[in-house]
């Protein structure tokens, strides 16, 4: 089972053990409306200790799901870092905003797959995917 589920049932245990004690004393808790605030305050704590690791869960996946598009994109391993962002959160996406590479073009990323190479557009042979001349024909290629 996992840690931090534990920790929370232990929290919602609490909670709920104080509104039953705090349901027990109802009468001496009462103002002149009827409310009852010490049990409307466990419960509010209650429900905000259940609530804020659900929100924190949720933002954990977005930026992992996000993570994971934008290194796909940038022809990098997207599962390393949706991981990455799922353990890490913010601090995984402050790093891969620091490390993640310029986006590649349609063409870039085929020659990718192709173990890094591409034609030549003049002469049509094959060339390795960075070079900026053609060994061949001495094409100059644009940066």
Request: hydrophobic content about 50%; proline content about 6%.
């Amino acid at each position: 089972m996992k840690p931090w589920f534990i920790v929370l049932a232990a929290i919602v245990g609490l909670v709920v053990a104080g509104a039953v004690e705090a349901a027990a004393q109802e009468d001496s808790q009462t103002d002149d409306s009827g409310w009852n605030w010490r049990w409307w305050g466990f419960a509010g704590v209650g429900a905000l200790v259940c609530f804020l690791p659900l929100v924190a869960f949720i933002i954990a996946i977005a930026i992992g799901v996000w993570m994971y598009r934008d290194a796909e994109r940038r022809g990098k391993e997207g599962t390393l870092w949706l991981l990455v962002g799922l353990v890490g959160h913010v601090i995984g996406l402050v790093i891969w905003l620091i490390v993640r590479p310029p986006v590649l073009s349609p063409e870039e990323r085929r020659a990718r797959s192709r173990g890094g190479r591409r034609r030549c557009i003049r002469c049509g042979r094959v060339i390795p995917f960075d070079a900026v001349l053609c060994p061949y024909c001495g094409h100059r290629f644009p940066e």
